[in-house]
């Protein structure tokens, strides 16, 4: 049995990138995403024909809780054998945003594309990838693999480093989670109940899905499976700063490259994704993986230490229990 490895987002940038590395180490791909029609597209473009006929396309669009039951429900019944790793990587960034855009549920969209729907889609694969083959054949090489969940994380999102703390507009703060408690519907657009900012409210989303990573760490035992997270580095020049101005867009990556020395390429970030969810020696559990902040070659990969405010038990507890009830879990 070939390995099955299943990952949102892959019509541009990191997951599109991380497609050509995971079909090299040998994995069938469940390619999951808001457009088939665009995602085979390019996926036709950028990998071979023998390479796409080992991607499978789903489509669901993670703002809408009701799709990824759907197309849960599509994976669960298409596909005979169980996912061994699961890659959470689409999103979404707007940070011009004067009002919030609401999901189809009518949540703040960010934190509903980011956090809800791959907490849902987590939740409703979860035992699925339990059940999964200890034992798959990889390139024609009998291998033991533990089940993995990789979810990416973001520099923004921990305030144990620098990039973590910035204050424009304000550092990822899920605060005493009001805004979840109260149901998060408008007017509330943010988790801890205050203004709307844009930009923070992609931070906090990320911020979710790292506390996520700290929880499911807990609640599964590691003998069961690995969760982890990882930062693959500044990968400026995707599309996930399309909303950003102009000026932004094109100073950024140059910042990114001869100042900070931070930015990473996008191949590059992709084969990092690929092997942190599918490679030995990453599969450590809780851990949030990283390259560091300003790159260099050679350097290998090491557990980032991360902020109070993703790895307190009481917050992650929280954010995890109200995040249930709010996708309709509980
Ligand atoms: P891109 O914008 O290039 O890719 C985002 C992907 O998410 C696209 O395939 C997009 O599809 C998909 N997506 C967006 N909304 C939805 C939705 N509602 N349903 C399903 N899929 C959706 O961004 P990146 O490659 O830069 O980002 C990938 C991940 O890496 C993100 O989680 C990001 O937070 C993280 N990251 C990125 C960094 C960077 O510097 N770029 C740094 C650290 C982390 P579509 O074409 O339909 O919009």
Same mark, same amino acid.
């Given at each position: 049995?070939?390995?099955?490895?299943?990952i949102?987002?892959?019509?541009?940038?990191?997951?599109?990138?991380?497609l050509?590395?995971?079909l090299?180490?040998?994995?069938?791909?469940?390619?999951?995403?808001?457009?088939?029609?665009?995602?085979?597209?390019i996926?036709?473009?950028?990998?071979?024909?023998?390479?796409?006929?080992?991607?499978?396309?789903?489509?669901?669009?993670?703002?809408n809780?009701?799709?990824?039951?759907?197309?849960?429900d599509?994976?669960l019944?298409?596909?005979?054998?169980p996912?061994?790793?699961?890659?959470?990587?689409?999103?979404?960034?707007?940070?011009?945003?004067?009002?919030?855009?609401?999901?189809?549920?009518?949540?703040?969209n960010?934190?509903?594309?980011?956090?809800?729907?791959?907490?849902?889609?987590?939740?409703l694969?979860?035992?699925?990838?339990?059940?999964?083959?200890?034992?798959?054949v990889?390139?024609?090489?009998?291998?033991?693999?533990?089940?993995?969940?990789?979810?990416l994380?973001?520099?923004t999102?921990?305030?144990?480093?620098?990039?973590?703390r910035?204050?424009?507009?304000?550092?990822?703060?899920?605060?005493?989670?009001?805004g979840?408690?109260n149901? @998060?519907?408008?007017?509330? $657009?943010?988790?801890?109940?205050?203004?709307?900012?844009?930009? #923070?409210? %992609?931070?906090?989303s =990320? &911020?979710c899905?790292?506390?996520?990573?700290?929880e499911?760490s807990?609640?599964?035992?590691?003998?069961?499976?690995?969760?982890?997270?990882?930062?693959?580095?500044?990968?400026?020049?995707?599309?996930?700063?399309?909303?950003?101005?102009?000026?932004?867009?094109?100073?950024?990556p140059?910042?990114?490259?001869f100042?900070?020395?931070?930015?990473?390429?996008?191949?590059?970030?992709?084969?990092?994704?690929?092997?942190?969810?599918?490679?030995?020696?990453?599969?450590?559990?809780?851990?949030?993986?990283?390259?560091?902040?300003?790159?260099?070659?050679?350097?290998?990969? @090491?557990?980032?230490?991360? $902020?109070?405010?993703?790895?307190?038990?009481?917050?992650?507890? #929280?954010? %995890?229990?109200?995040? =249930? &009830?709010?996708?309709?879990?509980?």
């Amino acid at each position: 049995i070939k390995g099955l490895v299943l990952i949102t987002g892959t019509t541009s940038g990191v997951g599109l990138n991380t497609l050509k590395p995971l079909l090299r180490f040998g994995w069938e791909v469940i390619a999951v995403n808001r457009s088939n029609k665009r995602a085979i597209k390019i996926a036709e473009e950028s990998l071979t024909k023998e390479e796409v006929k080992n991607v499978h396309f789903i489509e669901i669009d993670l703002s809408n809780l009701d799709d990824v039951r759907k197309g849960c429900d599509e994976i669960l019944e298409r596909f005979k054998k169980p996912i061994n790793s699961l890659i959470c990587n689409a999103a979404v960034y707007k940070p011009r945003l004067k009002r919030p855009e609401r999901s189809p549920q009518g949540f703040e969209n960010s934190m509903a594309v980011n956090h809800f729907g791959h907490f849902l889609m987590i939740n409703l694969l979860m035992e699925n990838i339990l059940s999964s083959e200890r034992e798959i054949v990889l390139n024609g090489k009998s291998t033991l693999f533990k089940p993995r969940i990789t979810v990416l994380g973001t520099v923004t999102a921990n305030y144990s480093e620098l990039g973590g703390r910035i204050p424009i507009p304000a550092p990822a703060d899920l605060g005493d989670l009001s805004g979840f408690k109260n149901g @998060f519907l408008s007017p509330i $657009s943010m988790a801890n109940g205050k203004k709307f900012k844009p930009g #923070k409210a %992609y931070k906090d989303s =990320k &911020l979710c899905n790292m506390v996520t990573v700290q929880e499911l760490s807990k609640r599964y035992p590691a003998e069961e499976i690995i969760v982890n997270s990882l930062y693959p580095g500044c990968v400026a020049d995707t599309k996930l700063f399309r909303d950003t101005p102009w000026l932004f867009r094109f100073l950024f990556p140059i910042f990114q490259k001869f100042i900070t020395r931070g930015y990473v390429s996008q191949r590059l970030a992709g084969e990092r994704v690929a092997k942190v969810a599918t490679y030995k020696e990453f599969a450590k559990p809780s851990v949030h993986w990283s390259w560091g902040n300003r790159q260099k070659t050679g350097r290998k990969a @090491f557990s980032q230490k991360l $902020s109070k405010r993703i790895i307190d038990a009481n917050t992650s507890k #929280k954010t %995890y229990d109200l995040t =249930k &009830l709010l996708v309709g879990l509980d």
